[in-house]
């Protein structure tokens, strides 16, 4: 068990059942229109998302987030904090500002739905301020950026290439995690959601 943030595909985010997300979509649609933006419809399906390809996204969330708080507060305003890791649903449109959908989540009273153009570019300042490594695993579809920071390769890599991304690892990890999230949600044309 544990929280993750994993790619949707469009079986799964279109429908109304109980553990879809076709109530998030048909109210973000909603709300899209309202703002005079066109729907989100071209999700892909779940054929396109072979696992080991890349084309998924799936990440545990296990290290402690206080570093990434303080590295947060220290590096970006509060809005920007709530862009890059504050939202409930990631997906790959420009959004002027975040849209908060009144639908219960896992983990929320409410849907809050950001733009991963966005997130990337907040996450990409992060990324910066860290130095963190070209090696960071760029496709994460079966738990390869959390293997890679938790089971040691992260801590071989800071032992030979130190500075400030090996000097706390879990701080790192959560960086790369919401970059790779945005930069997967803009890659693969797909929801990013918290499970």
């Known amino acids: 068990m544990g929280v993750y943030l994993v790619s949707v595909a469009a079986e799964e985010w279109f429908d109304?059942?109980?553990d879809g997300w076709g109530g998030v979509a048909?109210?973000?649609?909603?709300?899209?229109?309202?703002?005079?933006?066109?729907?989100?419809?071209?999700?892909?399906?779940?054929?396109?998302f072979v696992r080991g390809s890349g084309q998924a996204f799936e990440e545990k969330l296990?290290?402690?987030?206080?570093?990434?708080?303080a590295l947060?507060?220290?590096?970006?305003?509060?809005?920007?904090?709530?862009?890059?890791?504050?939202?409930?649903?990631?997906?790959p449109l420009s959004l002027d500002e975040e849209i908060w959908l009144p639908i219960n989540s896992a983990y929320t009273d409410s849907t809050m739905v950001a733009g991963a153009p966005q997130a990337l570019a907040i996450a990409e300042k992060l990324a910066a301020a860290?130095?963190?490594?070209?090696?960071?695993p760029a496709m994460c579809d079966n738990l390869d950026l959390t293997a890679w920071f938790m089971d040691g390769a992260a801590k071989e890599l800071a032992a030979v290439r130190p500075g400030p991304w090996g000097d706390d690892l879990d701080?790192?990890?959560y960086v790369a995690l919401f970059l790779r999230a945005?930069?997967?949600?803009?890659?693969?044309?797909c929801p990013i959601v918290y499970t």
């Open 72 to 91: 947060c507060q220290a590096h970006l305003s509060r809005e920007e904090v709530e862009t890059v890791c504050g939202w409930t649903v990631l997906v």
């Open 16 to 18: 109304d059942e109980e």
């Open 62 to 69: 296990i290290p402690s987030m206080d570093g990434f708080d």
């Open 182 to 189: 945005a930069q997967h949600s803009i890659r693969g044309g």
């Open 171 to 173: 701080t790192a990890f």
């Open 130 to 136: 860290v130095d963190l490594p070209a090696e960071t």
């Open 26 to 48: 048909s109210a973000l649609n909603v709300e899209l229109s309202r703002r005079g933006l066109p729907p989100y419809e071209s999700v892909p399906v779940a054929a396109d």
